[in-house]
């Protein structure tokens, strides 16, 4: 099994639309998680972290499910400017070491 | 600005070369990473310091590729001998130890191995 997984996409969605995405990890002593959002050739930008009680800012959503080990980004009410690639990112148990997942594409159509 | 800088920001080298790429990070944060990142991929960790000590550095890394951040300041990644499967973006990380370790990313250094 992968140590982070998303994904690829591309997932289409029209102005509007509700989308989600998922990220499975593997290391069950993984404490921080994060989604990230890159648009092309650019560098990673931080969208939000990701709690055990869960999180909101604006029109997306974050949440954590520990059980099933897997993270979920919620984008509500899509604009063309969402289009990018949400990457998310765990902390290996017990480490430093950040694993980011390949990245999920999103593009939101007129 | 105060975000996280990195030089250059293009490096075209020849194979067998050796290049020096540097990162600045957020000026009040502690901990700084460094990541490859290739076409389609999400970016690969290399390596973490927390000031100026090196706790974390990836198996995959092999020993052409040092670290250094000898005063807890600046970082610079250093490629020996380079080949053409090194060509990445070359991206570096900055966070406070304080707080949930977001991490803010620089523009980063894109190596182009001929």
């Known amino acids: 099994r992968k140590e982070v997984e998303q994904d690829p996409g591309p997932f289409n969605v029209p102005e509007g639309a509700t989308v989600a995405f998922n990220c499975t990890y593997s290391n069950s002593a993984s404490q921080s998680f994060f989604w990230y959002r890159q648009d092309c050739r650019k560098e990673p930008k931080l969208l939000m972290s990701v709690y055990s009680s869960g999180n909101e800012d604006g029109r997306f959503t974050a949440q954590l499910n520990r059980a099933s080990q897997y993270i979920s980004l919620l984008i509500r009410d899509s604009k063309l400017s969402d289009s990018a690639t949400y990457l998310c990112?765990?902390?290996?148990?017990?480490?430093?070491?950040?694993?980011f997942g390949t990245g999920t594409r999103l593009k939101v159509l007129a | 600005d105060t975000g996280v800088s990195q030089n250059p920001r293009h490096k075209i080298t020849k194979r067998g070369q050796n290049v020096t790429f540097r990162c600045d990070p957020i000026s009040e944060h502690n901990r700084l990473y460094w990541y490859r990142q290739t076409l389609g991929q999400g970016p690969e960790f290399l390596t973490y310091f927390q000031n100026e000590a090196q706790l974390e550095k990836s198996r995959l890394l092999s020993d052409r590729f040092s670290a250094e951040r000898p005063k807890g300041s600046f970082s610079t990644l250093e490629i020996q001998r380079t080949e053409q499967g090194d060509s990445a973006m070359y991206l570096c990380a900055s966070s406070a130890s304080a707080g949930g370790d977001e991490q803010y990313f620089g523009p980063g250094t894109r190596l182009t191995v001929t």
């Open positions: 990112v765990v902390n290996w148990g017990g480490t430093y070491k950040y694993i």
